[in-house]
């Protein structure tokens, strides 16, 4: 890895940590080293770039892919012609594409979220829905029982009405005859 590339018998702050892969103790050395001002840019670059490498390493606990486009892209506004700024160019563009990448799965995260959200809010309608459809359909059974009852009904009163009917034709037929 380019790490290694970058070792130096420097005696910067860091550089012992950083040489020998204490990478935390490097970083808290190269940032307060940084806060101290520094008295040549290409110190400064160089201290920049390997807090560049440090934030990019994605097994260790410092690993922040947007801390490591900060710094590299600050080595290269520092000395664009360091040595490493072929490096450094390298892993600040892949460096961008994670951060990219991991803005674009948080927004697909939050999609998906969205959607889930949608989709329980549908099947919740679907249930009610269903309910109502069962209510309702109780209702129409209801109704076609009573229709039925009524038509039970109307048929018995229908045929009540035709034996009055024909009751009263036969009592008027014998109130007739009597009256002649």
């Known amino acids: 890895f380019i ?19 204490r990478y935390v103790d490097a970083a808290e050395a190269y940032e307060e080293y940084l806060n101290e001002g520094i008295e040549t840019r290409e110190e400064e670059a160089l201290t920049l770039f390997r807090l ?7 097994e260790s606990s410092l690993y922040d892919p947007t801390r490591s486009v900060e710094m590299l892209s600050r080595c290269l506004e520092v000395d ?27 927004k697909r995260k939050e999609r998906i979220e969205t959607l889930f ?16 459809v069962g209510v309702r359909e109780q209702k129409v059974e209801t109704l076609s029982v009573q229709i039925d009852d009524l038509r039970q009904k109307i048929e ?11 009751e009263l ?12």
């Open 3 to 21: 790490l290694a590339a970058c070792t130096s018998g420097s005696a910067r702050p860091g550089d012992r940590y950083f040489d020998s892969e």
């Open 117 to 132: 959200s949608e989709l329980s809010e549908l099947q919740e309608q679907i249930e009610r829905a269903k309910g109502q």
């Open 156 to 166: 018995s009163l229908m045929r009540e009405v035709e034996e009055k009917e024909v």
């Open 52 to 58: 560049g490498l440090i934030y990019a390493r994605n």
């Open 80 to 106: 664009p012609s360091a040595p490493f700024e072929l490096q450094a160019r390298l892993i600040l563009g892949l460096e961008q594409e994670v951060v990219q990448l991991r803005a674009d799965v948080a």
């Open 169 to 180: 034709e036969r009592l008027k037929a014998i109130d007739f005859d009597s009256k002649q």
